[in-house]
């Protein structure tokens, strides 16, 4: 069972489409934390999102926690070829274990 | 600025053949963790650790073991490789485990 489970899986948008990604769960989390990982790198971190209800901007990416500490979203406005990578939310449902949400995919053409 | 170093970058084993996965970490972090990553999919956490001569399982601890024993080094042991073990294996490092988690740059092992 995956305790994080994200949507879409795959997105091909062409440059300059928004888009919106989401992560949801049925446990609570303190928090929650987006990373990007692009080919032959590890993830690297994006955003940490504390509070119920918070949103974080990050230039032209906008992350929101709910208001219950079960879901979180990324939208990206204006999508560049520079976006395109594995996103990937994370949380730590208990102190001890940072689990891995199931991985969107994005592809932005030019 | 070393940050989180894995070796080897590259392996490829035969069935049955063991091997160490080696992670080093020159911040002083705690929280050590190792992960497998599929095509295409996320990251599933293996094994963990929150300090020297402290591990404890993840999601899919079967057919590895770790050892904990200086707070830099964090290797992971996989005493008899099998097929489905072929995978892209990440080790991160943390201050704490809700905090930012810091990548090496993997290792890309076959298992023939």
């Known amino acids: 069972t995956q305790l994080l489970e994200q949507s879409p899986q795959f997105l091909s948008i062409q440059e300059g489409e928004n888009l919106t990604v989401y992560c949801n769960s049925s446990s609570v989390f303190s928090s929650l934390q987006w990373y990007r990982q692009e080919p032959g790198e590890g993830p690297v971190l994006l955003v940490t999102v504390v509070t119920g209800g918070e949103v974080k901007k990050l230039k032209r990416l906008t992350f929101q926690f709910g208001d219950a500490r079960k879901d979180s979203s990324l939208h990206i406005t204006a999508a560049q070829p520079g976006d395109t990578g594995l996103y990937l939310c994370a949380g730590a449902p208990n102190t001890d274990k940072l689990i891995f949400g199931t991985g969107t995919r994005l592809q932005v053409f030019p | 600025n070393a940050g989180v170093t894995q070796t080897p970058k590259f392996q490829v084993l035969k069935t049955g053949q063991s091997m160490t996965l080696q992670c080093a970490q020159d911040m002083n972090h705690e929280y050590m963790s190792w992960y497998r990553q599929d095509p295409g999919m996320g990251l599933r956490l293996i094994h963990y650790s929150v300090g020297a001569g402290i591990t404890d399982q993840g999601e899919v601890p079967n057919g590895y073991n770790v050892s904990r024993s200086t707070t830099e080094d964090f290797p992971l042991r996989l005493l008899s490789a099998a097929p489905s073990q072929t995978s892209v294996y990440f080790c991160?490092?943390?201050?704490?485990?809700?905090?930012?988690?810091?990548f090496g740059a993997g290792t890309r092992l076959s298992v023939l």
């Open positions: 991160a490092s943390s201050p704490v485990v809700q905090r930012v988690q810091y």
